[in-house]
C-alpha cells in the first residue's frame, strides 16, 4: 500500500508525524560495528501503514507539576523518519512531534485556570484567569557570528536569553524560569570528565618529572665521556657561557624534535583513531571499542590545541631543565 499524500489532514488516516530514536525502535540492533540494518528501520517504505505507526503515551500533569489522577492519553502517529545522534542515551529516549499535538496530550493547551496557589493549603489564590498555551522547556541554540564566522558563546547566549526574558516579565507575570547553559545543565557529567581529565594530566606532571631524571642522567654521561673534547674547547678559547650554551642548545633541540614527533604521531592517531580500529578489528579481530557496550557508536576524538601546546611546551622545557645540571657540570 501506497502513502495517501494527504494522509495528515485526511479524516481515515488521523495520524499526526513523529520523528523516533533510532533505539526507540525495538527492531534495530547494533552489529559489531554498531552500525544498524536499515531493513528494520520503520521508515522503509514496505512497512506502511501498520509497523509504521507507533503509539506514544503521556501523563499529563496540573499547572504545579504534580499528577492529580492518572489518566494516560495515547495518540498513534507515522513514522516518518529516524533520528540519531550517535549517542545511545538520546536515541534511546527522544521522540520528536508537532508541538501543538504534545500541547494537547498533556493538557497544556490554553485554559481557564488560576495564576497562584497557597503554598499550605494548595488551594488556588484569586480569581481564574486565560492561561496561555505552556511548555516545560525551550532550547535555544546560538548563531553564528555573520563577521567571525564563529558561533557565539553559551555565556552570550545565556546572557541574550536572560534580555528576553526580563523583557516579557515585565509585560506579562511569569512563574519562576530557569536557564541554564548547556554545561550547567550537564555540570555533573562534565565535572567527572574534568576529574579524568584532572587525573590525566596529573600523570602527566608525574612523567615530565621522569623525563627530566632520564635526560639529566643521559646528558651526565655524555659530558663525563666528553670531559677531553671539552677541555680543548676551553683550550681553545671557549667560554663557560659558550659551553653552557652548547649543551643547553643541544637539550633543546632534543624537546623539540621529541616534541615535534611526540604531536604528529598523536595527532595521526586521534584522527584516525576509529580508522586505526576497524582495521585492527579486520585484520587482527580484537576491537577496542565495543559499540554495543559503550553509549556512542564512534569514538570520540578531537585534538584541542589550547590543551595541546601546553603539554607540548612541557615536553620541550622537561628536556631543557634535564639537560641543565649536566651543562654546569661542562662549563
Do not use: C
Not at 533510532?22 to 559489531?32: K, Q, T
Not at 497557597?118 to 481564574?128: K, N, Y
Request: charge should be neutral; hydrophobic fraction near 45%; avoid cysteine.
Amino acid at each position: 500500500m501506497t502513502v495517501p499524500t494527504n494522509w495528515q489532514t485526511d479524516p481515515q488516516h488521523p495520524l499526526a508525524a513523529a520523528v523516533i530514536g533510532i533505539e526507540v525502535n525495538p527492531y534495530h540492533i547494533r552489529d559489531a560495528r554498531g552500525q544498524y540494518d536499515l531493513d528494520n528501520s520503520l521508515v522503509f517504505p514496505n512497512h506502511w501503514p501498520t509497523t509504521r505507526q507507533v503509539k506514544l503515551t503521556t501523563v499529563p500533569l496540573n499547572t504545579r507539576g504534580s499528577v492529580d489522577k492518572l489518566s494516560p492519553k495515547s495518540r498513534n502517529f507515522i513514522t516518518v523518519n529516524e533520528y540519531k545522534s550517535g549517542h545511545y542515551e538520546i536515541d534511546s529516549m527522544t521522540v520528536f512531534v508537532p508541538f501543538d499535538v504534545i500541547q494537547k496530550m498533556l493538557d497544556m493547551e490554553g485554559y481557564k485556570g488560576y495564576p497562584q496557589y497557597d503554598d499550605v493549603t494548595g488551594r488556588p489564590v484569586g480569581e481564574a484567569v486565560d492561561v496561555p498555551p505552556q511548555t516545560t522547556h525551550i532550547l535555544v541554540r546560538a548563531a553564528v557570528d555573520s563577521a567571525t564566522g564563529q558561533r557565539y558563546s553559551a555565556e552570550a547566549l545565556q546572557e541574550a536569553v536572560d534580555g528576553a526574558i526580563d523583557r516579557v516579565r515585565a509585560r506579562v507575570p511569569l512563574p519562576i524560569v530557569g536557564n541554564r547553559t548547556w554545561r550547567q545543565a550537564f555540570a555533573r557529567l562534565l565535572g567527572a570528565v574534568g576529574n579524568e581529565k584532572g587525573m590525566v594530566t596529573f600523570l602527566f606532571v608525574i612523567i615530565s618529572i621522569v623525563a627530566v631524571f632520564m635526560v639529566s642522567t643521559t646528558f651526565w654521561t655524555l659530558v663525563q665521556n666528553k670531559t677531553r673534547d671539552i677541555g680543548v674547547m676551553r683550550a681553545i678559547g671557549a667560554s663557560r657561557a659558550g659551553i653552557l650554551s652548547l649543551f643547553l642548545g643541544y637539550g633543546l633541540a632534543i624537546g623539540v624534535v621529541g616534541a615535534a614527533a611526540g604531536f604528529a604521531l598523536a595527532w595521526g592517531i586521534v584522527t584516525y583513531l576509529n580508522e586505526i580500529q576497524e582495521f585492527i578489528a579486520a585484520y587482527f579481530g580484537w576491537r577496542m571499542w565495543d559499540p554495543q557496550i559503550y553509549a556512542f557508536d564512534r569514538i570520540p576524538s578531537r585534538i584541542d590545541m589550547h590543551e595541546t601546546l601546553p603539554i607540548v611546551f612541557g615536553a620541550v622545557l622537561s628536556s631543557v631543565l634535564g639537560a641543565l645540571i649536566a651543562a654546569l657540570r661542562a662549563a
